[in-house]
């Protein structure tokens, strides 16, 4: 498939949406076509599940429940909006994706990596992003500036020892998956951040278009 698929991942409150207005901004400014879309939502259907998943009185919902919703979300968001941006060459930024619901339902629901893998397999039918940024940032850090900024929602609203788990689930994932991953410190500036962030996916664009080249003209070993 042609296009980048590129995804932001973090904590709640570590600098991901910021950072891929950022991205957005410089990518379209070199001339490229720039996809911006969030999970859970992203097409009219996502967002209705988006209520329901984080509507801070389903407090019965199971966590199997909350891990189908997700997963379905996903389904909707992959086959109506990515893959056919993807199709037309474009560039697609996602604020979190698949990384988020094994460390939220996965690790931190303790429903299990795999499992959690497994189950979206079928929601994504395969598809995995091309680069992953994992913004690293202390999830207490991350939680007193999602306080000063907005009413939590209902995952947001969850223990400081479920948000520990989060993100151990994804320092897990960011040594399974060491090329697709990169971490960036959440400490750092903002603008810091946006320069590492750019300046690996150039690096990665570069690469993949100079495979293209050699596959092209038959020099690829
Ligand atoms: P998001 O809108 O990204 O929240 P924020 O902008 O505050 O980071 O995501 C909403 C919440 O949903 C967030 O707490 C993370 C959680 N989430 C999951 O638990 N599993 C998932 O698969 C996704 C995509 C998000």
Same mark, same amino acid.
């Given at each position: 498939m042609a296009g980048w698929f590129i995804t932001m991942e973090g904590p709640d409150g570590s600098g991901k949406t910021t950072q891929i207005q950022l991205l957005k901004q410089e990518l379209q400014k070199q001339g490229y076509e720039v996809l911006v879309t969030r999970e859970p939502g992203g097409t009219?259907?996502?967002?209705?599940?988006?209520? %329901?998943?984080?509507d801070v009185n389903n407090v019965a919902m199971d966590p199997m429940t909350e891990a189908i919703l997700y997963a379905a979300a996903r389904a909707q968001h992959v086959k109506e909006l990515i893959q056919p941006a993807l199709e037309q #060459?474009?560039? %697609?930024?996602c604020d979190r994706f698949l990384d988020s619901s094994i460390a939220y339902q $996965?690790?931190?629901?303790?429903?299990?990596?795999?499992? %959690? /893998? $497994?189950? #979206?397999?079928?929601?994504? $039918?395969?598809?995995n992003p091309d680069i992953t940024f994992f913004i690293d940032m202390d999830p207490v850090m991350g939680l007193q500036r999602k306080k000063n900024q907005a009413q939590l929602d209902r995952l947001e609203k969850e223990t400081l020892d479920f948000h520990q788990k989060v993100y151990k689930g994804?320092?897990?994932l960011w040594k399974k998956y060491p090329d697709r991953i990169h971490r960036i410190?959440?400490?750092?500036? %903002? /603008?810091?951040?946006?320069?590492?962030?750019m300046s690996k996916v150039k690096e990665?664009?570069?690469? $993949?278009l100079s495979y293209e080249y050699e596959i092209n003209h038959g020099c690829h070993s």
């Open positions: 009219s259907i996502g967002e209705q599940i988006r209520k %329901v998943i984080l #060459n474009k560039i %697609v930024l $996965g690790v931190a629901r303790g429903l299990g990596m795999d499992m %959690v /893998e $497994g189950l #979206n397999h079928y929601a994504t $039918g395969g598809l994804y320092l897990a410190s959440g400490d750092d500036q %903002v /603008e810091s951040i946006h320069q590492q962030i990665r664009i570069k690469r $993949g």
